[in-house]
């Protein structure tokens, strides 16, 4: 996606009906909204969220579309916990029918091609490979390629985690859920040490987390071409 049509997509802004929300752990939520059949995006792809029944001080928010774009509704998960900012109280006041504004869908972190894909998410960071991987498995990807999901959640809650152990076993697609960042760098260490800079490197999570793996990927000589991030502020 380039520059010019993330410009172009900004500016195309939508109203979503809210269905209903899910807790999907402790202080992790989903929220769902209807799909209009016009709204397509690339899966990994994020929107621009707009709180509109109630003034608050920053209405507008980014979030991945944790759907993927086979799917019937527009998701996104988000981290709500004890005292939240007004943006998070405002969107568990919603109730069904009520409305939110989408712009978008823009970003690029996307699988472009058939390399071998390391797919590390930390935490909340899940929230673009759960549309990436349920694009996959609705794409009937039964071949060989080489795309593992490493999912680091200190607290291990693995949210998701029955749906991508359900892909997993429908593709060919490996994912190891991991506790520590010294588990993390020894399976990156793996993936490395077969493909180092003939694979792709994709990394998504709190801005901390993506930056300090990244660093560890080009201490261990994967060049900064092959790393994709998505970095999320606010954590
Ligand atoms: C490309 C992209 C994709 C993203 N995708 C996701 C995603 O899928 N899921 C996701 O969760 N996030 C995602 N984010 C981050 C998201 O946009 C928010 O920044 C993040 O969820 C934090 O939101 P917040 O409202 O808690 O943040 P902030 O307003 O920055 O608040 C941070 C913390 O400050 C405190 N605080 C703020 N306001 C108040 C208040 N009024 N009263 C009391 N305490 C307060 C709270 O403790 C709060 O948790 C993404 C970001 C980017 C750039």
């Known amino acids: 996606m380039s520059f010019f049509q993330d410009m172009f997509a900004v500016f195309k802004k939508r109203e979503l009906l809210f269905i209903e929300n899910r807790k999907e752990s402790e202080d992790v939520y989903s929220f769902l909204f209807e799909r209009e059949k016009d709204l397509t995006w690339k899966a990994g792809q994020y929107g621009l969220f707009s709180i509109t029944h109630k003034t608050i001080k920053n209405p507008t928010k980014p979030f991945s579309l944790a759907s993927a774009p086979t799917e019937n509704m527009v998701k996104i998960t988000t981290c709500i916990r004890d005292n939240p900012s007004d943006f998070k109280k405002a969107l568990l006041e919603l109730k069904p029918g009520m409305k939110v504004k989408m712009s978008g869908p823009i970003g690029s972190f996307n699988l472009q091609d058939n390399s071998p894909s390391l797919l590390i998410a930390g935490g909340i960071g899940i929230t673009p490979f759960r549309s990436i991987l ?7 990807n039964k071949d060989e390629k080489q795309r593992k999901l490493l999912y680091l959640d200190g607290k291990k809650s693995y949210i998701y985690k029955n749906e991508l152990d359900e892909i997993a076993n429908n593709t060919s697609l490996s994912v190891t859920y991991l506790e520590s ?13 077969l493909y180092k800079n003939n694979g792709k490197y994709f990394i998504a999570g709190p801005k901390s987390m993506v ?19 998505d970095a999320f502020f606010g954590y």
């Open 134 to 140: 349920k694009q996959i498995e609705a794409e009937g």
């Open 181 to 193: 960042r010294d588990d993390l760098h020894q399976e990156i260490e793996k993936f490395n040490a």
């Open 211 to 229: 930056d300090s793996i990244s660093t560890y990927l080009q201490n261990n000589h994967i060049s900064k071409r092959n790393i994709k991030k």
